[in-house]
């Protein structure tokens, strides 16, 4: 690489490290925060950051949900314990919303609306004023009813405000050693339901345990999405279509075993937001 490909690197390093000052000069003037925690790449990395400036003044809050996947749940549980992070357990209840259940295009701000409201609750309880949630500048170009009521509850979004996007979060997440660094992405299970058709706890069920298996078997970032009461559309990245296809009559048997009678896959391969796509916007 020649020079200025060089001075191209570390000029964005100095950008990466500055937003990650102003990051940690951020919370250290909340003084106290409950972080909801989901074990994903950000909130992961945001709950690190704000227990190294603030010690026990920061706690974790992750929620309990048949919408949340288990192992998601253990990971964030496993976290806390290693790293000596005080973490609160709030159960969501989001399927005794019935508006969340019918699964309208906000089901997303009914679910946060009513979660963030819990841990809020929570956050009180335990002396603490604020509550930080992970997402990133990369989260404001898609349609994210849930931002709405972050907005609506004052809720802070740390690594928003100090401009870090998910490939910067990524990086830091690799130089501070976190387990989460290279993690795929995994939105919750209601995401993978079809606008206007219900969310009822078999039918996560059936979600839950088919990716489950993709991940057992070795696939990184994916999606079963699931169509009417028995339809799974599965989507993997494009590089790994034709692995998916030499395994189809496995994966076939295993998801019928589940409840699916129709397994198909998605050629446009893995995206994020693919529901999304039929929402009209004006």
């Known amino acids: 690489m020649n020079v200025f490909g060089n001075a191209k690197m570390n000029e964005n390093e100095t950008q990466i490290q500055q937003k990650l000052h102003n990051l940690k000069e951020y919370i250290c003037s909340l003084g106290r925060v409950a972080v909801a925690f989901s074990s994903g790449v950000d909130s992961t990395f945001l709950l690190k950051v704000a227990h190294d400036v603030l010690g026990d003044n920061a706690v974790a809050v992750t929620a309990t949900s048949c919408s949340f996947p288990k192992r998601e749940f253990d990971e964030a549980a496993s976290f806390c314990a290693a790293n000596g992070i005080k973490q ?10 019935p508006e969340f259940r019918k699964n309208p295009t906000n089901r997303c701000y009914l679910c946060k609306s ?43 979004s740390p690594l928003r405000e100090c401009g870090l996007s998910k490939e910067e979060i990524r990086a830091l997440s690799k130089e501070m050693n976190l387990p989460t660094w290279d993690k795929p ?14 969310i009822n706890e078999k039918k996560l069920s059936m979600v839950e345990k088919a990716e489950q298996f993709l991940l057992d078997m070795g696939f990184k970032q994916f ?9 799974a559309r599965i989507e993997v990245l494009p590089a790994e279509l034709e692995a ?39």
Do not use: W
Request: aromatic content about 8%; proline content about 1%.
């Open 114 to 156: 009513a979660l963030f409201k819990k841990i809020i609750s929570l956050a009180k309880e335990n002396g603490i004023e604020y509550v930080c949630e992970g997402s990133n500048v990369d989260d404001m170009g898609d349609y994210r009813p849930g931002m709405k009521a972050v907005a609506e509850l004052g809720i802070k």
């Open 88 to 97: 609160i357990t709030v159960v969501s209840n989001e399927l005794d919303i």
């Open 185 to 198: 992405s995994f939105a919750c299970l209601a995401s993978r339901f079809v606008y206007g058709e219900e």
């Open 223 to 231: 999606r079963v999405r699931i169509h009417g009461e028995n339809l």
């Open 244 to 282: 998916l296809l030499s395994k189809r009559e496995e994966v076939t048997k295993h998801l019928r075993e589940l409840g699916f009678a129709y397994v198909t896959m998605d050629l446009q391969g893995y995206r994020t937001g693919a529901m999304n796509e039929v929402i009209k916007t004006r």
